[in-house]
Each structure stands twice: as C-alpha cells, then as structure tokens.
C-alpha cells in the first residue's frame, strides 16, 4: 500500500471526525446551556450501559474482518446475519433490564421508557458495523466522511429543536437516535458492498478465533473505562457525573479527531505488512512521533485554557468540570502510544497477548478504583491518570520483543514533542495573569500557542513536523499536476 494513499484516507478520516466532532461540540455546549448537568447526567447514564452492549457488535469479529488478509464475500455475509442475531439479543436484553436499571439510580427522568427508546441504538449500529469493517479493510474512508456528517448535522438540529421546544431529556435521546440512523443510511447508500445470501460457520469459526479474543479485551476495557462513571452515578450526584463527563468530553473532542483518525487507519495498514516486522516498526514508530506532535500541543494547551474556555462556553455552573478536564487533558495526551503498539500487536495476529495485557492493565486499574471510590470524585479521576501511565509500560512492553522497539525508545521518539508542548503551556498559562477578559484571554492563547510551537517545530527542525511538511507539499504537488 503506497504511503500517499494511507495520508489519503487518514486525511479523509481526520476531516470526518474534525467535521463531527465540531458539530458535536457546538450542540454539546449548547445543550449543555439549556438543559444543565441533572439532565445530562441522567442520559450519560443510560449511554455507559448502550456503550458496553455496543462492544458485542462494534468490536471482534469486525477488527477479525480487518486483519484477515483473503476475506471475501462469505466472511463478511456470516458475520453480518450473525451480528444481527447477536444485537436483536441484546436489545432485548436491554429492554427486559430497562424498569430494573431506572430503579437502581432513581435520577431525574430516568426511565424505562426512555432506556427502551435510546436503546435501540443497538440494533441500528449493527446494521452498519459490517459496513464499517469493509471500509476500514478497503481503505475507503471517504465514505465515513459523509454519512458521519450527514448524521451529526441532522441530529443537531433535532436536539436543539426539541431542548429550545421544552422535550427537556427526551431532547438527547432523539439526538443520540437520529445520529446513528441517518449515519447508517447514508453509509449503506454510498458504499455498494450488500451481505450475500450466504452463510458460513467455518468462516465465522476461523474468524472467531481471532475475534474472541480481541472482544473481550474491548469488553473488559470498556466496562472498566464506565466504571468509574457508573460508581458515580450511584454513589454521588448526577450533577457530580455530568462535572466528570463535561470534562472528559472536550478533550476527547480532540482525542477522537486525531487518535481514533490514525487507529482506524493503522490497523489495515499494519496487517497489510504483518509479514514484513521492520516495515511494522517503522510504521508504529512513525505513527507515534506523528500523533503525539499533534496530541500532546492540543492537550496541554487545552489544559492550560481551561479556565477562560469553560467560563466563556459553559458559564459559571460548569465551572467545577475544570479539574477534570485539566486530568483527562494529562491523561489523553498519551493515548497515541497506546494506540500504536495495541495495533501493532494485533496486526501481528497476536489477540491472545493482547488479551492479556488488557486483564494485567484492568487489575491495576480496579485496585485504583477500590482505593478511591469512596473518596471522592477528583480522587477516582486522578486514579484514571495514574493507571494511564502505568498501561504505557504495560502496552508497550511485547513489542521489544516482538518488533524491537522498547518503551525507553518510544519515549526518546516522543521526548522532542512533549518538551515544546510544555514551554508552550507554561507560555499560554501566564496569559491568564494579565487582567484581560475571557474573549481576549482565550484569542491570545490560542495564537501565542500556535506561533510558539510551529515556530519551534521549525527552529529547532522537529522530525514529525518535517515529515507532516514535506507530505502535504508532495499532495499538494499531485494535486496540481492532475
């Protein structure tokens, strides 16, 4: 696969999730405004539960779809009529729970008729999920480009609509709804493979076999990434929940445009080369240089405008969500290198250590959660940073091994990256010292920002921001001469 057409389709996939998350956020805060933290806090709740059924579809079978180097029409039509066995399953299973689970948190709003309604989210993302593994194996993420689109801008104007009409939580639900239906008609219409009236339970065996494995990683890893929000829920106030969410969502705003853009990418393109495990390494180590000289910037900056942002978009009430925004912002600012050796494992064929290390990684995590649970809600967020470093060592460890590349040179490799986007913060931060207003705090920190670091980058001749330069001239350049 030549390396002009994987910047092409990451590009593509960067400027759905940059469209996306855009729109998301503009009706994130807007929403936010209108309805307050009690009523986000209650839909968030229902979300984790949709978000770990999800994982049954979203996850295994499609990843093994992916990594499999002759899949054809008889491996996707099996997995497609078995995932809809599988989410008709679980909605049902989501419709029987929904009285039960409305009792256990007794929030505002919360009940089973709308766990009912939200919940069939489920079977429309099945719909797609096959969908999904086709484009991402054939490298076609244009496609993701407009039926993502299509989705979000709909739906943001229904749940504005409805929130400014006074449907107040049902507002969410319609959103959360109209997004994933819209997304997926659109995808079916632009991508022309259909499931084949054919069935296969040796292919589905033989893809299991690799599937399973990485399911229950994704299974293990989601559950315990809610769980903190669930304990939340329980034990502490839905306004609580909505101060930890809001300031989990806008750094993961950017997390998902860059991160999310290069793994649905990486994977592909590393299983296309498993053979080869120079070339694997060099494109691991090549993502993880590109993806934290983009991460890190815009975590730390983030980080360090948090007061002026929050104030100027939120308002006073959501003033408390700053600290953990400040520790998701750490946190995040990491996740390139997870992500980089998680799939290069899995390009490798090696599910089995990557089910490992996600049992390893979640028994470090529980007990940072048992420890803190009944302290506080800062104290479990400071736990999630803690266990974030210790899964960097985790995560990076097999591939010494198995590409011969340690975490000792990872970090050299992100070291360049990580010092100028802290000189940047530090730069950003004093701004706030000077006396001006929120408007004007924000736009100096925002320009002095970027004029630091790409001025640096320059200067000082950063490896990753002369790669990205010399990249974007060579598009530019086929772009002229066609």
């Known amino acids: 696969m030549s390396s002009e057409k994987v910047i092409n389709n990451f590009l593509w996939r960067f400027f759905e999730r940059c469209g996306a998350y855009g729109v998301t956020f503009i009706v994130t805060v807007l929403l936010a405004r209108i309805l307050g933290p009690e009523v986000s806090g209650s839909v968030a709740l229902v979300q984790i539960f949709i978000t770990i059924m999800n994982v049954f579809v979203d996850s295994g ?14 491996d996707f039509s099996s997995v497609f009529f078995f995932n809809m066995l599988i989410c008709i399953v679980l909605y049902l299973i989501m419709f029987v729970s929904a009285p039960f689970i409305a009792d256990f948190y007794n929030k505002p709003g919360l009940t089973a008729g709308l766990i009912r309604v939200l919940s069939l989210v489920i079977i429309v993302s099945g719909v797609k999920n096959v969908q999904q593994a086709y484009v991402s194996r054939n490298m076609l993420f244009k496609r993701f480009f407009f039926s993502t689109l299509g989705g979000t801008i709909g739906a943001a104007v229904i749940g504005l609509t409805m929130a400014l009409l006074g449907f107040g939580i049902w507002a969410l639900v319609a959103q959360m709804l109209f997004n994933t239906l819209v997304d997926t008609v659109i995808l079916w219409i632009t ?15 033989g893809l299991f076999s690799f599937g399973w494995k990485i399911l229950v990683s994704s299974l293990i890893d989601t559950v315990y990434n809610d769980l903190r929000q669930l304990i939340i829920g329980k034990l502490y106030s839905s306004s ?26 990486l994977l ?9 495990r120079s070339a694997v390494k060099n494109m691991t180590r090549r993502a993880i240089k590109v993806s934290t000289y ?5 975590m730390v900056g983030l980080a360090m405008c948090a007061d002026s942002l929050i104030y100027l978009l939120l308002g006073d009430e959501w003033m408390p969500c700053i600290i953990f925004l400040r520790v998701f912002c750490f946190t995040f600012a990491f996740y390139p290198i997870h992500t980089a050796n998680l799939n290069a494992i899995k390009a490798m064929g090696r599910s089995d250590l990557f089910l490992k290390l996600e049992i390893i ?15 506080s809600v800062k104290a479990m967020a400071y736990s999630f940073l803690f266990t974030s470093i210790c899964c960097q060592i985790i995560n990076a460890w097999p591939n010494k091994k198995l590409l011969g590349y340690s975490y000792i040179e990872q970090l050299k490799d992100m070291l360049p990256q990580i010092c100028l986007s802290l000189v940047m913060g530090a730069a950003i931060y004093c701004v706030e010292f000077l006396g001006f207003g929120s408007v004007i705090t924000l736009c100096i920190q925002i320009v002095l920002g970027a004029v630091i ?6 200067l000082l001749k950063i490896d990753s921001f002369e790669y990205m330069l010399a990249t974007v001239k060579k598009l530019i350049g086929k772009g002229k001469k066609k």
């Open 191 to 205: 991508v022309k493979w259909r499931p084949k009236k054919m069935f296969s339970f040796e292919r589905l065996k």
């Open 61 to 74: 079978l499609g990843n093994a779809l992916i990594q499999k180097k002759d899949a054809d029409d008889l």
């Open 361 to 375: 990684k979640k028994v470090v995590g529980l007990t940072a959660i048992l420890a803190t649970m009944w302290i």
């Open 453 to 458: 670091y790409a001025g640096a980058s320059k």
């Open 240 to 265: 609580d929940l909505s101060y930890y969410n809001q300031g989990k969502r806008f750094p993961k705003l950017i997390v998902d445009n860059i991160n999310a853009s290069i793994d649905s990418v």
């Open 294 to 298: 983009l991460m890190m910037p815009c």
């Open 268 to 276: 592909p393109t590393l299983s296309q080369a498993q053979d080869d």
